[in-house]
C-alpha cells in the first residue's frame, strides 16, 4: 500500500509522492529554547518521528531538519511583547547562551528518552543570521518589503496568494484585525522580517544589517535555513495545527515570494493534546514535563505508548487515569515480549503467510495517513493468535518496533531489590500455593504484578524480577 498522507494545504489525505526518488526533504519546526519542552509539545515531536520512521520503513532516505529557535521568537506570534529568549534570560538571571544551552540540552534529553530519532541536521537560528539577511535582501529586492520605523515589514498585498494554507480571506483579516496593532505596519496583518533598535532598547542579541543592528523575526528563521538545507522546493513540512494561521503561512508568504517557485509540497499538522479544559499550554500553567512524569513512577515509553494510541491529526485528551491505562498496556505488551523471548529465544528468520499478512496489514494502516491506533491494535491481535509461534510473533513485534519505537529489542528482566511489602505478598502466595489455595494464589500474583513485579516459578524457588528497558532513566 502507497503512503499518503493528509496535507493540510489540500485538506484531503494524497499519495506521497517525492520530488526525488526514493529520497524524502522534511522540516520541522523545533523548540524555542527558553524553557523545558512540555507534554503538549512532546506530543508534536512524537508524530514527526513516526511520519519519519514510515517514511524510512517505505525505503525513503529522509533528509529531516530541524530549527533550534534561540532568537527572534517573541511572546506573541503576531510580533507583539519581547524576544522569549531575552526575557527568560533576565526572569532567570542567566545569559542567553546559558539559557539556550540548558534547554536545548533539556530537550534532547527529553527526545531521547521517548526514542525520538535525532534529526538529520538541528541547526540554531543565531548561526545562520547571515542567510536570513540574504533572504530578506532578496525580497527587498522583489518589492515585497518596506521599512518604517527602523524595522523591515514584508507586504502581504504584495503575495496574492497570502492565506492560501490557512484558508484566510485578507479582505476579512483587515476588517477584523484588532484595533491595538503596530502603527508602522501599513496591513494590519504584514510581519516583521527585521527589527532594529527601534524595537527595544536594550535587545540583548544584535547583528548589524544593510537595515541597522537589529535582529531577525521568529518567521523569517525557518525559511532560511530549510531553503539552505533542503532547497527551494522540499517535500514535506511538519509542526502543531497552531502554526497554521500565522507562522506558516507567513513561512510561505516569504519564502514563495523570494524564490518564485512553490516551497513546500505537503504540509502535515499534529492536533493538540488537551486536558477537560481545553489545550495544555505554558501560558495557562499547565506546565507538564516528560520529568514531572517520571517524577510520578511514569516510563517516558508510557507517554510514548499514550500518544501512539490516538490518531496525530485528533486532539488527545490526557489524564492521569489515561497515562496509568497506557502504562498497563506497555508493560503488558513488555511481559509478552520476556515471555516470547523466553519461549523462542530468538525471532524467527522467515514468515508465513499469516505473518506476512499482519505485517501488511501494520504497514497498511501507517501507510494511511499514520493511522496508529489500528497499527497497535493489530499488536494486540496478531498477539493472541494461536496459529503463530512465538519466534514469529518476536519477529513481528520486532518488525513493527521499527515504526512504534518502544525499543522492544531491548527489553529484559532484571532481578532487583524488593520491596517488603512486595516481598509479604510473594511470601503470603507461597503459603497460598503449599496449602493448594489456588485461587488465593493467583489473587496473589495479580496484586504483584500490578505492582510493577512478575512471579517465575523455578526448581529453586520463585523469582522476583522488575519489568523494565535498558533505556529506563
Not at 79 to 108: C, H, L, N, P, W
Not at 224 to 231: D, E, P, Q, T
Not at 356 to 378: Q, V
Request: glycine fraction near 8%.
Amino acid at each position: 500500500m502507497q503512503l499518503s498522507l493528509y496535507n493540510t494545504l489540500n485538506r484531503k489525505v494524497e499519495p506521497f509522492i517525492p520530488i526525488e526518488e526514493g529520497k524524502a526533504l522534511m522540516y520541522c519546526c523545533g523548540p524555542t529554547v527558553y524553557n523545558y519542552a512540555h507534554i503538549g509539545n512532546l506530543r508534536t515531536y512524537l508524530f514527526e518521528d513516526i511520519l519519519r520512521r514510515t517514511l524510512e520503513y517505505n525505503g525513503y532516505d529522509v533528509r529531516h531538519v530541524m530549527n533550534i529557535t534561540d532568537v527572534g521568537h517573541l511572546s506573541d506570534d503576531g510580533d507583539e511583547g519581547e524576544d522569549k529568549m531575552v526575557k527568560s534570560a533576565r526572569e532567570k538571571g542567566k545569559t542567553i547562551t546559558e539559557i539556550a544551552d540548558m534547554y536545548t540540552q533539556a530537550f534532547f534529553q527529553d527526545t531521547d528518552a521517548l526514542n525520538i530519532l535525532r534529526p538529520t541536521i538541528s541547526c540554531k537560528a543565531t548561526d545562520h543570521v547571515t542567510d536570513m539577511i540574504a533572504l530578506i535582501e532578496r525580497l527587498e529586492a522583489k518589492g515585497h518589503t518596506y521599512t518604517a520605523g527602523g524595522n523591515v515589514y514584508f507586504s502581504i498585498d504584495t503575495f496574492p496568494r497570502y492565506g492560501e494554507l490557512a484558508r484566510l480571506k485578507v479582505e476579512d483579516l483587515q476588517a477584523g484585525a484588532r484595533i491595538v496593532v503596530d502603527p508602522n505596519k501599513r496591513n494590519p496583518m504584514d510581519f516583521v522580517l527585521w527589527f532594529t533598535q527601534s524595537k527595544f532598547a536594550n535587545q540583548a542579541m544584535v547583528w548589524p544589517s544593510p537595515w541597522g543592528v537589529g535582529y531577525p523575526g521568529w518567521h523569517i528563521e525557518c525559511s532560511a535555513m530549510s531553503i539552505k538545507y533542503l532547497g527551494e522546493t522540499f517535500d514535506l513540512h511538519c509542526g502543531g495545527i497552531d502554526h497554521i494561521p500565522v507562522h506558516h503561512t507567513n513561512e510561505i508568504a516569504q519564502s514563495e515570494a523570494a524564490t518564485g517557485k512553490r516551497w513546500v509540497n505537503y504540509w502535515i499538522h499534529g492536533e493538540f493534546l488537551i486536558n477537560e479544559t481545553g489545550k495544555l499550554s505554558k501560558s495557562k500553567g499547565e506546565f507538564l514535563t516528560l520529568s514531572y512524569l517520571k517524577e510520578r513512577g511514569y516510563h517516558p515509553l508510557d507517554y510514548r505508548y499514550f500518544c501512539l494510541g490516538g490518531h496525530y491529526r485528533s486532539q488527545l485528551v490526557f489524564s492521569w487515569q489515561a497515562l496509568d491505562s497506557a502504562k498497563s498496556a506497555r508493560e503488558r505488551l513488555v511481559k509478552q515480549v520476556l515471555a516470547l523471548k523466553g519461549e523462542a529465544g530468538s525471532p524467527s528468520l522467515t514468515l508465513s503467510e499469516g505473518g506476512r499478512s499482519y505485517i501488511e496489514t501494520f504497514i497498511g494502516h501507517l501507510n494511511n495517513d499514520l493511522n496508529t491506533p489500528r497499527a497497535l491494535a493489530t499488536i494486540w491481535t496478531l498477539l493472541k493468535d494461536e496459529e503463530l509461534a512465538s519466534d514469529e510473533k518476536l519477529a513481528l513485534l520486532y518488525e513493527a518496533d521499527k515504526i512504534l519505537g518502544l525499543g522492544l529489542k531491548d527489553v529484559k528482566e532484571e532481578i532487583v531489590v524488593i520491596p517488603e511489602e512486595v516481598q509479604a505478598l510473594v511470601d503470603q502466595r507461597l503459603e497460598a500455593k503449599a496449602a493448594k489455595e489456588w485461587a488465593k494464589a493467583d489473587e496473589l500474583r495479580g496484586i504483584v504484578e500490578e505492582m510493577g513485579y512478575s512471579l517465575k516459578d523455578t526448581s529453586e524457588g520463585t523469582i522476583v524480577t522488575k519489568i523494565c528497558n535498558q533505556n529506563s532513566r
